[in-house]
């Protein structure tokens, strides 16, 4: 055995020279959002580590890019290679990997664990990291909304916090949680004020569903890849900073107030899913969402479920407003219902908004869409086997444009019910009848999320 002496003079930092080891290796696994934002602040300069390769799912056809050398830094001159998901146990295999890193949302437990067996598996640790090792802290006062997931309501939570804070004089800063899907050199930190800006960015559906309705309250709207450099232009021009959050991920902002939206529809999800237990945790106010349309013994569910996680938290209850632009459109109408597309995808819900308001303003039927399908909106059916009576919206780059266009052509309907955020008829050509669905929160109990916000000294 060789033994190693080392004279009092010698600082720490050269022993640690001295017996220094290998790089780590390391693959983060994740789907175009979360995964960059840890790379980005954990991995980009720490020497220590290697990561040899991001893998992504969830989102159709953003695996098969590179993480571009603009972003991963002088490190990674050549950039950092993005694999599908399920070359996982090749990729740490043969490259040796030391280290596999979870870095998406709204995963079941289950999902969770067969991904870490696959990791540890094939030779890797497997690792998550946690608010304190991602999150950036901000000069601002920081209002973050999560939920526990993806399509609980956040949206509409975030909307109204943006409008109490509006209505007191205060000047937003929104920053969205990140959906770079398309050329990741062009979208390192983003500023989104105008429907030119989403043309210009060449935003994808998604995009537009979650930042339109921002735009049109007249807000500013921050997102990208590199979030040190977003949160600081978002800064430069606010009081306050609004985080709105994606899937059910945690902020990737250190929040003064942070609100988890939780969804009776899906009540017990907040104990069987990654991150939402984190969320609620973690959380100052818990709205209970869409009160109105779940069942009372749900309803209870939840809220015990919140009073036993975050015992200290504030409990809003709230609905979910509907309000239709043409309403007369739906009744006695065969109607094809097109929902906003990660709620009824990896949300795992069978339907959204727009099928709740067919059935309430009398749709003669609910027109099952599967049989005119075509393209990558076929595979979205094959993939998500819950879904049988509306279609999801997928929109991540023109062909998926095109075959969304083609499906809702080839549809035996009468009227379409378009129940996303965004208008989607500004990229789709849609020759059919169509009648809007918009949304809103209604909170039913006191406090209201205004009196806490003046509770809490933000306003």
């Not at 070359?87 to 740490?92: M, W």
């Not at 000047?171 to 105008?194: N, W």
């Not at 107030?257 to 529809?265: E, Q």
């Not at 035996?412 to 050509?429: F, G, M, Q, W």
């Amino acid at each position: 055995m060789t033994k190693l002496y080392v004279s009092r003079n010698v600082s720490l930092a050269r022993i640690k020279e001295s017996v220094s080891e290998p790089m780590k290796k390391v693959v983060i696994i994740g789907a175009a959002g979360r995964d960059f934002h840890n790379f980005n602040i954990i991995y980009r300069n720490d020497p220590e580590y290697q990561v040899v390769a991001f893998t992504a799912t969830q989102i159709p056809g953003i695996e098969g890019r590179t993480y571009p050398p603009i972003l991963s830094g002088s490190r990674y001159p050549k950039g950092i290679p993005i694999y599908a998901e399920r070359e996982l146990a090749r990729i740490i295999q043969e490259n040796n990997v030391d280290l596999a890193v979870l870095a998406y949302s709204d995963l079941s437990y289950n999902e969770l664990m067969h991904k870490a067996s696959i990791a540890l598996t094939a030779g890797a640790d497997f690792e998550l990291h946690g608010p304190r090792s991602t999150m950036i802290r901000s000069k601002l006062p920081v209002v973050s909304v999560g939920a526990v997931r993806t399509g609980a309501g956040k949206s509409t939570v975030s909307r109204r916090v943006c409008q109490i804070l509006k209505a007191k004089g205060k000047k937003l800063g929104v920053i969205r949680h990140p959906m770079p899907y398309g050329d990741l050199t062009d979208e390192v930190a983003q500023r989104f004020s105008s429907y030119e800006d989403l043309d210009r960015y060449n935003c994808s559906i998604e995009e537009r569903e979650e930042y339109e309705p921002h735009i049109d309250a007249g807000f500013t709207v921050y997102a990208g890849v590199d979030y040190q450099k977003i949160l600081a232009m978002a800064e430069k021009e606010s009081d306050i900073i609004v985080w709105d959050g994606g899937n059910n991920d945690i902020p990737f902002i250190q929040p003064n107030l942070h609100i988890a939206v939780m969804d009776p529809l899906r009540a017990g999800d907040e104990l069987t899913h990654y991150p939402s237990e984190v969320n609620i945790r973690m959380a100052n106010v818990i709205v209970i969402n869409k009160v109105d349309t779940a069942e009372p013994r749900n309803v209870d569910l939840v809220e015990s479920d919140a009073k036993q996680l975050a015992p200290s938290a504030m409990v809003v209850k709230a609905a979910s407003e509907i309000k239709l632009d043409h309403p007369d459109m739906i009744k006695g109408k065969r109607v094809l219902v097109v929902e906003d597309g990660p709620t009824v995808t990896h949300g795992d819900m069978p339907y959204g908004v727009g099928y709740v308001a067919a059935k309430r303003f009398g749709a003669k039927e609910i027109v099952d869409p599967r049989p005119y399908a075509v393209g990558i909106v076929k595979e979205i059916f094959r993939k998500y086997t819950h879904l049988t009576q509306v279609l999801p919206t997928v929109g991540y780059g023109n062909q998926q444009i095109r075959d969304m266009e083609e499906t809702i052509r080839k549809a035996d309907c009468d009227t379409v019910v378009l129940a996303t955020p965004a208008d989607i008829r500004r990229i789709l050509k849609i020759s059919k009848p169509t009648v809007r669905v918009s949304y809103y929160l209604k909170e039913l109990t006191k406090p209201d999320i205004e009196g806490i916000l003046i509770s809490r000294k933000i306003i």
